[in-house]
């Protein structure tokens, strides 16, 4: 009778055994965090390339055009005589 000892196994079966791992890590990092890393890197260039004059779409929805920019503040003109502050950030989208 032969019988298998701890030191006949072989030294692949640690990697094998941690390959599903490693593959499904790679395949969320490829599918779920690189894209949403780029879509944050082109919202913080949208925000930062905000000028006076440009016409935007808050992320409550509230249609403007910029006044007035300081520092993380913006003017947006919504309607004749009627001016609201949002912050930088509560800007959803610039419109062509």
């Not at 079966?13 to 082109?42: C, D, H, N, T, W």
Request: net charge positive; aromatic share 8%.
């Amino acid at each position: 009778m032969v019988f298998l000892t701890a030191a006949a196994e072989p030294q692949g079966s640690v990697f094998a055994l941690f390959m599903p791992f490693i593959i499904m890590l790679v395949v969320f990092y490829l599918f779920l965090i690189r894209p949403q890393q780029k879509q944050q890197k082109e919202r913080q260039n949208m925000l930062n390339a905000l000028k006076k004059g440009d016409k935007v779409v808050t992320v409550g929805g509230i249609y403007g055009e910029i006044t007035a920019i300081k520092d993380d503040e913006l003017t947006l003109r919504v309607a004749d005589k009627v001016e609201i502050r949002v912050a930088r950030s509560g800007i959803g989208r610039a419109q062509s």
